[in-house]
């Protein structure tokens, strides 16, 4: 048994006679004299040399206490023992060699090994501000080199997705027939994709004239989005036009069209406009019905039938009208109207705006009427606007 103040340069003495490292044998000291201090009396100390199965050695040192340490206030421990006993500690060194016996304790100079720990733990966290310095260099390094990499590839990725668009622009507008000229009628476009960088939708167009000098149109609406969409489109338009030019009847165009296009699901809306007379045919399959403005007048031209891909595909008749000098019929898809999601809502503020612009040459009146019934868009989606006027009847 030893004065616990005698612990400390007891146990310096034998951590070194064993070389344990310098910080093994800190923590080993300073774990001793917290537990040590918990207690009044002399303190047993007893250190031994354990073989390991490897080969090696470790310095089991144990506490004999005279009675259990405080436990109100446990000691934070640098070192844990092993051992349950509270009266009885132990802790467990490794040795670098294995050691046979323990040197008897002499004369140790304590202030000196003090001083010694103090300089290493003072060297310590030198080493440790020296490491953080270079880790914090490091990491600002590494940020800011990664920072760099983020910004070229958000330029990448840019550059990437408007030439995406761009190719997808020009294979939109490749896809989409240019105005023919007629006497008497005047024509307009306005196409809005559901995004900048979205690829090619459904919302497709065709325009020709018959061999009996009638303007014949076709607007077509895919189901579905990307590139099959716009190929089931594209397919659509031109089997109706080479239907039509082949003379077979409006109001069958659409029935026939769902015979050939197998795998396709669209709507289609069919006009037939005599530049001459002002004479007007629709026909329609599952789509918007066409909107003609007259004078400070709008009215819907609906005509019940089923598009292609629909049970019982077709046009269940053909609506006619007269159109006089200045009317103006407005062929779309379901984007314009259904922007806020109710269809109804929709065609009433359609009404409203294409009365606002009726007035506007007719290069800009699409464009304006998107531009208005966009100004809240809760579901985006591809959409196409036709204006079709008529100027004025054929001289006798």
């Keep these: 048994m030893i004065p616990i103040e005698q612990v400390g340069a007891y146990i310096r003495r034998l951590c070194d006679a064993h070389d344990v490292p310098l910080e093994s044998r800190t923590r080993m000291v300073l774990s001793a004299l917290a537990v040590a201090r918990g207690v009044d009396g002399p303190v047993g100390v007893d250190v031994r040399v354990q073989p390991e199965p490897d080969g090696g050695a470790t310095l089991a040192v144990r506490l004999d206490l005279p009675a259990p340490p405080d436990r109100d206030r446990p000691p934070n421990l640098p070192l844990t ?57 490091e990491l600002a390094e590494t940020n800011s080199g990664v920072l760099a990499m983020y910004v070229q590839q958000e330029e990448r990725d840019e550059q990437f997705r408007l030439a995406h668009a761009v190719i997808f622009r020009e294979l939109e507008d490749a ?29 497709l167009y065709d325009w020709f004239l018959l061999p009996d000098g009638t303007l014949h149109i076709t607007v077509v609406d895919a189901v579905g989005h990307g590139v099959t969409c716009t190929r089931n489109a594209l397919n659509v338009t031109h089997t109706v036009r080479t239907l039509a030019l082949e003379g077979h009847p409006l109001h069958d165009l659409v029935r026939r069209t769902d015979q050939v296009n197998h795998g396709a699901m669209a709507t289609i809306l069919l006009a037939r406009l005599d530049p001459r007379t002002g004479h007007l045919e629709l026909a329609n399959g599952s789509h918007p019905a066409a909107l003609l403005l007259h004078d400070t007048e709008a009215s819907y031209l ?60 007719l290069d800009s009146l699409p464009s304006a009427i998107v531009q208005d019934m966009h100004d809240v868009v809760l579901y985006p989606d591809d959409t196409l606007v036709l204006a079709v006027r008529f100027t004025r009847l054929a001289e006798d």
């Design 302 to 361: 609906p005509v019940p039938g089923r598009g292609v891909g629909f049970p019982l595909p077709g046009s269940e008749g053909v609506r006619t009208a007269r159109l006089t000098p200045n009317d103006t019929l407005l062929l779309y898809t379901d984007g314009l109207i259904e922007s806020r999601g109710d269809l109804a809502e929709g065609e009433a503020r359609l009404t409203h705006v294409a009365r606002r612009h009726a007035g506007r040459p």
């Design 175 to 203: 896809l989409r027939p240019p105005s023919p000229i007629v006497d008497g009628i005047e024509l307009g476009v306005c196409y809005r994709p559901a995004g900048d960088d979205t690829p090619t939708g459904g919302d």
């Design 81 to 137: 023992p092993e051992a349950a006993d509270p009266r009885h500690p132990v802790w467990k060194i490794p040795l670098s060699r294995k050691q046979n016996s323990v040197p008897a304790v002499a004369h140790y100079d304590d202030e000196a090994a003090i001083e010694q720990e103090l300089r290493a733990l003072i060297a310590r966290v030198d080493a440790l501000e020296h490491e953080h310095r270079d880790l914090k260099h």
